[in-house]
């Protein structure tokens, strides 16, 4: 059972603050009866929920492919104040939910849905699903760094899973290279930075399982195909 105004919400009738002006307003029957409580709950799968004479339909579920630029919170509300990437993705009804994170001050593929199924198991680190990012440093690093991230490092008491390194590539007093996790562990590839004695000058994930960046420019999205979306459930 769920509340009236939040599977109102997800059909995509408002937002839950204004589904809670609409319900106080007398617009909405349940099961053919005016329902005006705030508290009301409803079963989405067996109430016959109406707003203003229209049945709502069950929630289409979303699945988007965004290219986050820094200086976004991956949330859907920030009270702050601050911009999320939800501002990205203005004219959706629905709401959809990142499925993972990335830093206010990293960029790069995020997944948003609807589909908490497909969250939960994208984001689980038992699934191991892969996450590449692209990476610039201060400071020219060695075989030898390289190797405390291929070989773990410890991160609150906890041995990292070892990362894979590619694509070195020395900038002056800098270097940008590839690396592949799948634990996403809070700030992991800056903290293991850290750890190995260098900074982040910046950070984009550049890969999400098999999902790339190609031809989504920075803050714009895509939706993914149905091929794609049944590749990722069949490989979770």
């Known amino acids: 059972m769920e509340r009236l105004q939040k599977v109102m919400a997800h059909a995509g009738v408002a937002s839950r603050r204004k589904s809670e002006e609409i319900i106080a307003e007398g617009r909405v029957k349940v099961n053919g009866e005016v329902v005006t409580e705030m508290g009301f709950k409803v079963d989405p799968?067996?109430?016959e929920i109406v707003v203003d004479g229209e049945l709502i339909s069950e929630?289409?579920?979303r699945y988007l492919l965004l290219?986050?630029?820094e200086g976004y919170i991956t949330t859907v509300s920030d009270p702050e104040g601050r911009p999320t990437v939800?501002?990205?993705i203005p004219d959706l009804k629905q709401r959809l939910y990142p499925a993972g994170r990335l830093d206010y001050d990293s960029s790069g593929l995020l997944i948003m849905t609807n589909d908490g199924?497909?969250?939960y198991k994208l984001t689980h680190p038992k699934k191991e699903v892969d996450k590449k990012y692209?990476?610039?440093v201060q400071g020219e690093m060695t075989e030898e760094d390289f190797n405390k991230f291929e070989n773990g490092m410890v991160i609150d008491g906890q041995k990292t899973a070892p990362a894979k390194i590619s694509n070195v590539n020395y900038k002056g007093d800098k270097t940008e290279f590839d690396i592949i996790i799948h634990e996403g562990r809070n700030r992991q590839v800056r903290r293991m930075a850290q750890i190995a004695g260098f900074s982040v000058i910046s950070l984009k994930r550049i890969g999400f399982a098999?999902?790339?960046l190609a031809g989504v420019k920075e803050g714009e999205f895509r939706y993914l195909s149905n091929q794609e979306i049944t590749k990722l459930k069949n490989m979770l």
Request: hydrophobic share 35%; no cysteine; charged share 50%.
């Open 45 to 47: 799968d067996e109430d």
């Open 59 to 61: 929630e289409k579920k």
């Open 67 to 69: 290219n986050k630029p």
């Open 86 to 88: 939800m501002d990205l």
């Open 117 to 119: 199924d497909l969250t």
């Open 134 to 136: 692209r990476v610039l």
């Open 210 to 212: 098999f999902l790339t």
